[in-house]
């Protein structure tokens, strides 16, 4: 698939229409990288129906992302303040399972860039140490010696 070959919409999704061996249309969807930044997390994603005819820089889906309205930027979605994620999952509009399985993917793609790149592990584990040594004076300046 060349980007010659996609439909693009101005909202920076992307269609492929391909015709399978027995003359059935296989319709392949896609966002910008600017687009998958902007979004973060995918909530909703409203598709075509079949048989709808799909043209250049036409709507042909629509998309939400609630993280987005986050009040902060680089927000975890566990306990910040203004979290948008966690008031969608309070008002029953988000699954808490998306939430799961986004954070899992997010490990998931940190543990394999540590893994990659040698220098983001001596970084990740630095940090690590700091935050053990931190902890462990926390605990001496309580008069817990149970560490």
């Known amino acids: 698939m060349t980007p010659e070959e996609l439909l693009y919409a101005k909202t920076h999704e992307w269609v492929h229409v391909a015709t399978d061996t027995s003359g059935s249309q296989i319709i392949t969807l896609g966002f910008s990288s600017f ?26 889906g629509e998309v939400e992302s609630v993280a987005r309205e986050c009040r902060f930027s680089d927000c975890r979605h566990e306990s910040e303040p203004g979290c948008a994620v966690r008031a969608a999952i309070e008002a029953g509009t988000l699954a808490p399972e998306r939430v799961a399985s986004h954070h899992k ?14 220098r983001a592990r001596r970084v990740a584990d630095r940090k690590l140490g700091r935050f053990f040594k931190q902890h462990k004076k926390n605990l001496r ?3 817990r010696k149970d560490y």
């Open 141 to 143: 300046r309580q008069g």
């Open 35 to 60: 687009a998958l930044e902007a979004l973060t997390d995918l909530v909703f994603l409203e598709l075509p129906e079949v048989g709808r005819k799909v043209e250049t820089e036409k709507p042909f």
């Open 105 to 118: 993917l997010e490990a998931e793609r940190h543990y394999a860039e540590l893994r990659s790149d040698e």
